[in-house]
């Protein structure tokens, strides 16, 4: 069983030989680019050189997928905003959105989505990029990309003090802006099943309960997300960051195959409350462990994500690219061999 | 002077404005209480703070959430932009400046503002960078403000890690500079590696770490009155 066999077959919950290490998030490395000569700032703007590098965590490291983009402004940008790539940073700096496209509550009624938007920003040298991944490692590994949630996405395009606020004091006017944004992401995750992409991660981010209660999430956050969800037509993952342990249920109810929670999440007892046929990917912290940690932390941290019975050992967020590559090793090696005793 | 009783009506009305995020109820008690002849200074940290303090302890209950904060945050403010001009310095043995910001390569700053937020309360000059900012930046302004308090925010774990670069380079040109770090990625064990002085880790242990440190002010305040 390859990796890519194992990472579909989970995907459709049939026994498989031990769990996964993969992710639906950024996992490019440093060790990655500097191998390929490239700059960090350059690789959002390049289908090339991103597809090379986002192959490189599976070639170097035996990581089980390969992920596009490695930033998170695909759907805002398609939207019309600007993008900072920070061509000029010496380190390593993740793009960010310039310019706000809704600047008052009255701009949230009046916004409307670009009638091409599958065409605009960068939608297309995604697609590009997804078909060199696909043909460079897709034998060999699952491709995934992600798109972000309609929470965090609207958090882009205005104030996300405004929004949150907003969320509390005119849930209806939320609620109707979150629907279009659930609308533009669906074009965007359309894009890429087109151009062969295995499973799609919904980062809905912004809208965990250290934010935004259990009863909001509920109310304003999972239908827009259940309607993404329900139009994928590859396996979908929902991750939300920072504490879900309430929010599990409503989190599965979306729709999505499997779940993605992270280290601030009892996987414990969400297995409790989600039952053993669900799938709950994580949740190791992507920084503190992965990256600053002791090779002995990493393979006692794998074995704990196993030992409290997540389906895949993925992190709980995008791993930062200077992880030092005896990490990334002690990483795989621990769940080839830990994960197919369990 | 107003009478004890109707000092404590004006304080509760300014407490209660901010828990219930009543921005008219701490503008209309700010008001009041300068009218009433009350000190300002007392009326910020009696009335605004002490619901602030009630707000903090809502958000660990679970029972408030973000929006609810910065709805408090608002009501705080509609009272404190009136009690403000006529607050006495304080003499609290500080210049009480600080340098804030977020970190160039992330745009949220609401744990920032919230942070911020108490340092106003507390009469410190607050030397607001704003969002997205270089590095370098950060040294500067603390050179050139001289300020004993430096906090450096981020939201996400991909900016966070500018931040040791700022602290060494600050520490290395103002060893006697405090700095505290906070934002979701960070931790204790990161403060502490960094070289940091304090951290909290999200809006709400932004706020406490904050209230605690204009606390600490208070008390100071306090017993420097009490010696008078």
Redesign the interface.
């Given at each position: 069983m390859n990796s890519r066999e194992r990472v579909l077959s989970l995907f459709k919950k049939e026994k498989i030989d031990r769990v996964p290490c993969f992710s639906g998030m950024g996992n490019i490395t440093e060790a990655g680019i500097n191998k390929l000569g490239y700059k960090f700032a350059g690789i959002h703007l390049d289908a090339k050189q991103m597809a090379d590098t986002a192959a490189t965590t599976y070639k170097l490291f035996g990581y089980e997928c390969g992920v596009v983009p490695v930033d998170l402004c695909v759907e805002a940008e398609a939207m019309g905003c600007q993008i900072?790539v920070?061509p000029h940073?010496e380190?390593?700096?993740?793009p960010?959105?310039k310019e706000k496209l809704i600047h008052n509550e009255a701009e949230m009624d009046t916004i409307k989505l670009p009638a091409n938007m599958g065409e605009l920003g960068r939608v297309p040298l995604l697609r590009e990029a997804i078909r060199l991944l696909k043909a460079d490692i897709g034998n060999d590994v699952a491709v995934g990309s992600y798109v972000l949630g309609p929470f965090t996405l609207a958090g882009q395009i205005m104030e996300?003090?405004d929004l949150?606020?907003l969320?509390?004091?005119k849930a209806d006017k939320v609620g109707k802006l979150l629907d279009l944004m659930a609308d533009a992401i669906i074009i965007v995750a359309k894009e890429y099943e087109k151009a062969g992409v295995d499973y799609i991660t919904v980062r809905e981010m912004g809208a965990t309960?250290?934010?935004?209660?259990p009863r909001?999430f509920k109310n304003l956050i999972a239908p827009p997300l259940k309607k993404v969800i329900s139009q994928l037509s590859v396996p979908s993952v929902l991750h939300v960051?920072?504490k879900t342990n309430d929010i599990v249920t409503t989190m599965m109810e979306t729709g999505p195959t499997a779940i993605s929670v992270e280290q601030k999440n009892d996987v414990q007892e969400s297995r409790k409350k989600l039952g053993d046929d669900a799938l709950i990917f994580g949740n190791f912290d992507?920084?503190?462990v992965l990256v600053?940690g002791s090779e002995e932390l990493v393979r006692s941290t794998m074995r704990k994500c196993i030992d409290d019975g997540v389906n895949a050992v993925w992190p709980g967020?995008?791993i930062?690219p200077?992880v030092p590559a005896a990490n990334m090793n002690a990483m795989l090696d621990e769940i080839k061999t830990y994960g197919g005793k369990k | 002077m107003a009478d004890e009783a109707r000092k404590k009506e004006i304080y509760d009305k300014l407490r209660n404005g901010v828990i219930n995020y009543d921005e008219d109820a701490c503008r209309e008690g700010a008001q009041e209480a300068l009218d009433a002849g009350l000190d300002a200074n007392e009326a910020i940290f009696d009335g605004l703070v002490s619901g602030m303090e009630e707000v903090g302890r809502l958000f660990e209950a679970q029972e408030y959430f973000v929006p609810e904060i910065l709805m408090c945050a608002d009501a705080l403010y509609a009272g404190l932009d009136i009690l403000k001009p006529h607050c006495k310095q304080m003499d609290l043995g500080v210049r009480g400046s600080v340098v804030i910001g977020t970190v160039e390569g992330d745009v949220h700053d609401i744990g920032k503002n919230l942070v911020k937020m108490m340092f106003d309360v507390a009469g410190f000059h607050v030397y607001d960078l704003g969002r997205d900012v270089p590095l370098d930046k950060f040294v500067d302004e603390q050179l050139k403000t001289d300020s004993e308090l430096v906090c450096l925010s981020a939201m996400m774990t991909t900016s966070m890690v500018g931040m040791p670069t700022v602290i060494e380079k600050i520490k290395a040109k103002n060893p006697d500079c405090m700095i505290m770090i906070g934002g979701a990625p960070t931790s204790k064990d990161l403060a502490d590696k960094w070289g940091a002085d304090g951290y909290a880790e999200d809006a709400s242990n932004a706020l406490k770490e904050a209230i605690k440190m204009v606390g600490f002010l208070k008390k100071l305040r306090d017993e420097k009155l009490n010696k008078k």
């Open positions: 900072n920070y940073a380190g390593i700096l993740y960010t959105i996300l003090n949150l606020k969320s509390f004091k309960s250290d934010v935004l209660s909001v960051c920072g992507a920084y503190n600053s967020c995008d930062w200077t | -």
